[in-house]
């Protein structure tokens, strides 16, 4: 079992639309949560940190269930810019590592 | 945020060929160093991890004599690909840390593209 999994994706949504990603992670003593964000040939950039309570950044939210060991990304209003592949990233364990998950890919479409 | 420079981009070579990539923080002083590398669609795997002055600590299945790596300040890191291959054509990217604490952020470099004929 993968120590974070996502759905690979493509996610093909329409201009405007509401999507969501979900990911799961396997160590239960992982500390911090967040999502990057990549696009093709570049290096990941970090999009949010994920708490407990939920936070949003604009048109970005993100969730953690930390009992069910589950995270979450919310983008309402889809722009064409938003497409990219989204990267669950887990931190934690020994040497305090960031652990990547494969990423979903989004494509929004005009 | 912090910069994180990668030289070169992009390098094509031939199989039995050394490569070496370099990645500077460019405005922080990198204490930790990490090397990851990225197959087509598939995530990040974490290569080594660096701290400046020590000997790398290499991931389960990376050969440490094929991927040598230097970290020989806390601005520069290198990763040499020693006698390449074409199954070591890759995207490699380099991040770096200061302090090491657990909120610190991971600052990553642009990557470099490596291609084994």
């Known amino acids: 079992r993968k120590e974070v999994e996502q759905d690979p994706g493509p996610f093909n949504v329409p201009e405007g639309a509401t999507v969501a990603f979900n990911c799961t992670y396997s160590n239960s003593a992982s500390q911090s949560f967040f999502w990057y964000r990549q696009d093709c040939r570049k290096e990941p950039k970090l999009l949010m940190s994920v708490y407990s309570s939920g936070n949003e950044d604009g048109r970005f939210t993100a969730q953690l269930n930390r009992a069910s060991q589950y995270i979450s990304l919310l983008i309402r209003d889809s722009k064409l810019s938003d497409s990219a592949t989204y990267l669950c990233?887990?931190?934690?364990?020994?040497?305090?590592?960031?652990?990547f998950g494969g990423g979903t890919r989004l494509m929004v479409k005009p | 945020g912090a910069v994180v420079s990668q030289h070169p981009s992009r390098v094509i070579c031939k199989s039995g060929t050394s490569v070496k990539i370099e990645c500077r923080s460019l405005?922080?002083?990198?204490?930790?160093m990490f090397w990851y590398r990225q197959f087509p669609k598939q995530s990040l795997m974490l290569m080594a991890t660096s701290n400046e002055g020590s000997k790398a600590t290499y991931e389960q299945g990376v050969e440490k004599d094929k991927f040598l790596i230097n970290h020989a300040s806390l601005t520069l890191s290198t990763l040499t690909v020693t006698s390449a291959h074409p199954e070591d054509s890759s995207f490699y990217i380099c991040s770096g840390i200061s302090g090491g604490g657990r909120t610190d952020t991971q600052y990553f470099g642009p990557g470099t593209r490596l291609t084994v004929l």
């Open positions: 990233v887990v931190r934690g364990g020994a040497g305090n590592m960031l652990t």
């Open positions: 405005d922080f002083q990198a204490t930790t």
